[in-house]
């Protein structure tokens, strides 16, 4: 059975730090790129944070987290994650982590995985 599974999410006062994790199962992460995205409020369309490529570890990051957010892959680990430092109220969301079997996209509907998200709330 194929399963992302988000951890880490929390409360944290601006300008604190989270680190997200993100775990596969049923499937192996090394062909993927990994991305993670985030929605906020309910009902609005999510936007990609960063992506890391499968072949030669890549990333990208939305100018909103730039230079504040690192994304990182540990391929023996099964695992993805994203160092969210210096965060800000703007941050708050839902994030959620996702796999797709090509290159790194920013349309969430390329993607062929999804973890259930893990709710990120920054305020004082």
């Known amino acids: 059975q194929v399963q992302l599974v988000e951890s880490g999410g929390g409360l944290v006062q601006p300008g604190g730090s989270l680190r997200l994790s993100c775990a596969a199962s049923?499937?192996?992460?090394?062909?993927?790129?990994l991305g993670w995205f985030r929605q906020a409020p309910p009902g609005e369309g999510r936007e990609r944070v960063s992506?890391?490529?499968?072949?030669?570890?890549?990333?990208y990051y939305a100018d909103s987290v730039q230079g504040r957010f690192t994304i990182s892959r540990d391929n023996a680990k099964n695992t993805v994650y994203l160092q969210m430092n210096s965060l800000k109220s703007e941050d708050t969301a839902v994030y959620y982590c996702?796999?797709?079997?090509?290159?790194?996209?920013?349309?969430?509907?390329?993607?062929?995985?999804w973890g259930q998200g893990t709710q990120v709330t920054v305020s004082s």
């Open positions: 049923g499937f192996i992460l090394d062909d993927y790129a």
């Open positions: 992506c890391i490529s499968s072949d030669d570890g890549t990333t």
């Open positions: 996702a796999a797709l079997q090509g290159v790194c996209s920013l349309d969430p509907y390329d993607y062929d995985y």
